[in-house]
């Protein structure tokens, strides 16, 4: 069975630092473009980032610029968002998205899988 699964969540404090994991079961991230999205509770779900196939980032919204970034490592199957200076407003599930061969619009439909999502607090 495909999966997608995201780890590295938790509970942090305001300022800390977090790598999220997205990595691929019996899918082969190599040949997708990776996103990250989030949901905080009560709205909707929004688009960050996405990494793709070679490492072209493509910004769906600028909000986390200069605290967020993304990497990937195809030779272990993963793809990473980086958290730094974390606020309290970044408290949301974060998501992980694959499109194969590329990187599409922020549009949900576009993806061809989808992970669970791992929870994020950022709180004192």
């Known amino acids: 069975q495909v999966q997608l699964v995201e780890s590295g969540g938790g509970l942090v404090q305001p300022g800390d630092s977090l790598r999220l994991t997205c990595a691929g079961f019996?899918?082969?991230?190599?040949?997708?473009?990776v996103a990250w999205f989030r949901q905080a509770p009560g709205k909707e779900r929004e688009g960050l980032f996405c990494?793709?196939?070679?490492?072209?980032?493509?910004y769906y919204r600028d909000l986390v610029l200069g605290r967020f970034s993304v990497s990937r490592d195809n030779a272990k199957n993963a793809a990473y968002l980086h958290m730094n200076a974390l606020r309290p407003d970044d408290t949301a599930v974060y998501y992980c998205?694959?499109?194969?061969?590329?990187?599409?619009?922020?549009?949900?439909?576009?993806?061809?899988?989808w992970g669970q999502g791992t929870q994020v607090t950022v709180s004192s």
């Open positions: 998205a694959v499109r194969h061969y590329s990187c599409p619009t922020e549009e949900r439909s576009e993806f061809d899988y």
């Open positions: 990494i793709g196939r070679e490492g072209g980032r493509m």
């Open positions: 019996k899918l082969n991230l190599e040949y997708y473009g």
